[in-house]
Nanobody, 125 residues
Framework: QFQLVASGGASVEPGGSLRLSCAAS????????MGWFRQAPGKVREFVAA????????SYTDSVKGRFTISRDNAKNTVYLQMNSLKPEDTAVYYC??????????????????WGQGTQVTVSS
């Protein structure tokens, strides 16, 4: 069983930065593409970013391009989401996800193989 533990969520003011981490265990981390999704109150879970198993490919939803950066450290079995220039509309519970298919992560939340628990990000003045 793939266990994913997300951390790093907090309350920050607009314009601030946060780095989310997701530690993985239970399977060969390097064989999996990783992603971040988020869910705001009353909204459906949406794709935020994904990274291929090697880190060579990354993708982002349009609303975070230029502000968020996804990265991974396969030696530490960890994926990160660096979030800069945070906006109130970034407020959501953020979930990390894993799938053998990078394309599957990019297609959205349906059918994604493994999920971590969420971590709350609140952007407010």
């Amino acid at each position: 069983q793939f266990q994913l533990v997300a951390s790093g969520g907090a309350s920050v003011e607009p314009g601030g930065s946060l780095r989310l981490s997701c530690a993985a265990s239970g399977r060969a981390f390097g064989n999996y593409a990783m992603g971040w999704f988020r869910q705001a109150p009353g909204k459906v879970r949406e794709f935020v970013a994904a990274i291929s198993w090697s880190g060579a490919r990354t993708s982002y939803t349009d609303s975070v391009k230029g502000r968020f950066t996804i990265s991974r450290d396969n030696a530490k079995n960890t994926v990160y989401l660096q979030m800069n220039s945070l906006k109130p509309e970034d407020t959501a519970v953020y979930y990390c996800a894993a799938d053998e298919s990078y394309s599957a992560l990019n297609r959205g939340s349906n059918g994604v193989g493994s999920w971590g628990q969420g971590t709350q990000v609140t952007v407010s003045s």
